[in-house]
């Protein structure tokens, strides 16, 4: 027995049921203002030298990405990112684009961070990528964080 009218009868339904999934809504202007609002705060709470505040811009089991260092996880991990590192001497934040759907964002932008190093300032400009998801109680939590450098590598010594 031929089947050859099978794909015809069943096409009809697979794209109804497809049409009647819900779909995820785009991200409000509350919601970017949120994220915005998110990277403002983090900013500022580092730049204050307030790590245990920064960190909560953060999912508890967020992934940290960072230039030249193996992936962590977790506020425990960042928190000792940023007491392990140079003190930051000014700090900022640029949140270029945001978008997203449901309860699943991402930011990218760019920073410009300058840190006492010995006797020196390093300054760094560079940029970044976060996925922000929406937490049970409307809030906008980090969930992935990656950034790298703009500047060169140093040339090797020699």
């Known amino acids: 027995m031929r089947l050859h009218w099978v794909p015809f009868i069943l096409l009809p339904f697979a794209i109804t049921l497809t049409a009647c999934q819900p779909q995820p809504q785009p991200l409000s202007e509350e919601d970017v203002t949120a994220i915005r609002s998110v990277v ?3 900013g500022e709470a580092a730049l204050a030298g307030d790590f245990s ?4 811009s953060y999912a508890a089991d967020a992934v940290f990405m960072p230039p030249n260092e193996a992936i962590y996880e977790g506020r425990a991990a960042e928190l000792a990112h940023l007491e392990a590192a140079p003190p930051v001497l000014a700090y900022s ?3 270029v684009e945001v978008d997203g759907n449901g309860d699943l964002a991402y930011a990218r932008g760019t920073y410009s961070i300058s840190l006492l190093v010995g006797a020196d300032t390093l300054s760094i400009e560079g940029k970044w ?3 922000f998801r929406k937490q049970p109680d ?6 992935l964080d990656i950034w790298n450098s703009d500047n060169p590598l140093p040339a090797p010594e020699g």
Request: no cysteine; glycine share 6%.
């Open 138 to 143: 409307g809030s906008w939590s980090i969930t």
């Open 40 to 42: 403002q705060a983090f």
């Open 53 to 56: 505040t920064a960190v909560e």
């Open 129 to 131: 990528v976060h996925i």
């Open 93 to 95: 934040s640029v949140p």
